[in-house]
C-alpha cells in the first residue's frame, strides 16, 4: 500500500530535502543510524549522518560498543552542516556527556526542527547512556529541542533527573499493558493522542528509531509538527506489519512501502 508518495518532490523536478541523524550505529541493521536512514529514504528525503557510537549488535542483543571521539563527531556535523542545506536533524544514542555537549554545541543556535530521541536502551537492555550524559542531555540538548520523543520509562528517568515537565512531548506508550498503544503529543501549541491496536509480535527492534527519524523526514519535507508526528504515526503501524521477519530476537521492521 502506498501512503505519501504524492507528496514526495521528484529528483527529475528538484533537489530532495536533506536531514541529518546523529546517532549510534547497529551492525544488524535495525535501529540507530541504519534504520534512521533507511526510514529517511523510505519518504524521499536524502539522508546524512553523524556517527557517535558502534555497537557489534543483532536481534539478540549488544556484544560489544564503543565510542567514536568528540572530535570526530564534531567533525561528522560540521563535515554535513557545511555542504548540505539540512532541513531537519534527529538525535539517537549519544553515550557519553562529552558527545552530548559537542551535539548541543553544533546544534545551538541553527534554528533548524530538532528531534530528540533519547535513548538509554536498546531493546536488549543494554544500557547506551549513562546517568552524566543524562544530565547533560537535559541542560545543554533538550532545550534546543523541537520534540523530544521519549517511551514512559526513558520519560520517568529524565523526570527523576530533573527534566521540566513543560518540555515539547512525544510520549510514546508501547510499554504500558493492554490492547490499545497510546503515544500522546503535548507541546505549548498541540495536544494529541494517537492509538493503535497493539501488534504482537517480537518484531519490534528500531521501533523508536524509527518513528522518530519519519518525524524528522516530515519535518524536512516541510509539514508542520503534528501533522509529522500523524503521518510518523501511520509509518511506523505499517512498518511493524511489513516486518520481514529476521533475526532469532527482537527483529526489524520493514522500511520500505
Not at 523536478?13 to 536531514?19: K, L
Not at 533507511?38 to 549488544?62: D, M, P, S, Y
Not at 499493558?177 to 493503535?196: M, N, P
Request: hydrophobic share 45%; aromatic share 4%; charged share 15%.
Amino acid at each position: 500500500m502506498t501512503i505519501y508518495s504524492s507528496a514526495y518532490p521528484s529528483a527529475s523536478t528538484s533537489r530532495p530535502p536533506v536531514a541529518l541523524t546523529i546517532a549510534g550505529s547497529d551492525s544488524g541493521g535495525g535501529a540507530g543510524v541504519q534504520a534512521d536512514l533507511k526510514t529517511f529514504e523510505a519518504h524521499r528525503v536524502f539522508g546524512t549522518c553523524a556517527i557517535t557510537l558502534v555497537t557489534a549488535q543483532n536481534t539478540l542483543g549488544v556484544q560489544a560498543l564503543d565510542y567514536l571521539s568528540p572530535q570526530l563527531v564534531r567533525a561528522q556535523i560540521r563535515a554535513v552542516l557545511s555542504d548540505f542545506p539540512v532541513c531537519a536533524v534527529k538525535t539517537g544514542a549519544l553515550g557519553r556527556p562529552e558527545l552530548v555537549q559537542v551535539v548541543a554545541e553544533e546544534l545551538r543556535g541553527l534554528g533548524l526542527p530538532l528531534v530528540v530521541d533519547p535513548v538509554m536502551l536498546a531493546k536488549s537492555g543494554d544500557s547506551l547512556l549513562d546517568a552524566e550524559a543524562l544530565h547533560t542531555l537535559i541542560t545543554e540538548l533538550l532545550p534546543l529541542a523541537t520534540l523530544i520523543t521519549p517511551n514512559v520509562p526513558e520519560w520517568a528517568a529524565l523526570q527523576a533527573a530533573g527534566a521540566p515537565r513543560a518540555l515539547p512531548l512525544l510520549l510514546k506508550g508501547g510499554h504500558a499493558e493492554g490492547e490499545l498503544v497510546t503515544d500522546e503529543l503535548c507541546t505549548l501549541t498541540h495536544s494529541l493522542t494517537l492509538t493503535a491496536p497493539r501488534l504482537h509480535t517480537r518484531h519490534t527492534h528500531g521501533t523508536g528509531c524509527t518513528l522518530s527519524a519519519a518525524i524528522t523526514a516530515h519535518l524536512a519535507l516541510g509539514q508542520d509538527l503534528e501533522r509529522s508526528v500523524r503521518s510518523a504515526h501511520a509509518y511506523l503501524q505499517a512498518a511493524l506489519r511489513r516486518a520481514p521477519g529476521l533475526g532469532a530476537g527482537a527483529g526489524p521492521l520493514g522500511f520500505w512501502e
